[in-house]
């Protein structure tokens, strides 16, 4: 299992990395076909909008598959993507704007009266996933070799090494506090808090080097997936 969502409608949907996408129908997973894509795909995230629309992004683009499960769009470089291959979820913001991660940018796409979307680029050359918005509304990006990005009312921020952060993130996760914590590729964590960020973890061990999760339990202990267990 490579991805996996559970919509507003409680509905499972899973995908396997090269084998497509699969909704849970009773006790049982059926493939959920996508004709719009005719070669063979891989599926990397599956989220949804407020709308109740679902996001599939795969390497082929990004599908759009409105609420009663109908296939109504398939976004790509040709229709204004940054790039074909979706890394990040689409996350919406509070305006109903849509954001999502490619491995040459980040796309944003607002919905026109008339139907469909204008969709705006931006940190060109970046590859960009796992999109987070934090309690404030900032959105969160980490990039691959450019820092973690912050967007703030259309302004956007980026931190590097000279503000005390590893240029190579994976994974980002709001605590039970409201701080975000973003995980590195060389096994460290930071935290942002007082407007600024903070190296309160480094792993040692290279053998579970990599943070690709983080999460937190009820007893405020905070869990890492890593590239290795």
């Not at 699969?22 to 891989?42: C, D, E, H, Q």
């Not at 469909?116 to 050359?125: A, E, K, L, V």
Request: aromatic share 10%.
């Amino acid at each position: 299992i490579y991805s996996s969502h559970l919509d507003s409608k409680g509905t499972l949907w899973v995908s396997g990395y090269q084998d497509g996408l699969f909704v849970k129908r009773g006790n049982r997973f059926k493939k959920f076909p996508i004709p719009l894509i005719s070669k063979t795909y891989a599926v990397y995230e599956i989220s949804s909008d407020p709308a109740g629309n679902l996001w599939v992004g795969t390497n082929r683009g990004l599908v759009e598959i409105d609420k009663n499960e109908h296939i109504a769009r398939l976004h790509t470089i040709e229709t204004g993507l940054s790039d074909t291959l979706i890394l990040g979820p689409t996350v919406s913001d509070s305006q109903g704007h849509l954001w999502v991660g490619t491995s040459m940018g980040l796309s944003r796409l607002v919905p026109k009266s008339s139907g469909g979307y204008s969709i705006s680029n931006y940190i060109p050359q970046a590859t960009c996933a796992g999109l987070l918005f934090d309690r404030e509304g900032n959105l969160w990006i980490p990039s691959i070799g450019k820092g973690l990005i912050r967007v703030r009312e259309q302004t956007f921020r980026t931190y590097t090494e000279e503000h005390g952060v590893n240029m190579y993130f994976n994974a980002l996760y709001v605590d039970h506090d409201g701080q975000l914590i973003a995980g590195s590729a060389i096994g460290q964590l930071h935290r942002f808090r007082e407007h600024r960020f903070d190296r309160f973890l480094k792993i040692d061990n290279t053998a579970v080097m990599g943070i690709t999760a983080i999460a937190q339990d009820q007893n405020r202990v905070l869990w890492l997936g890593t590239l290795y267990g």
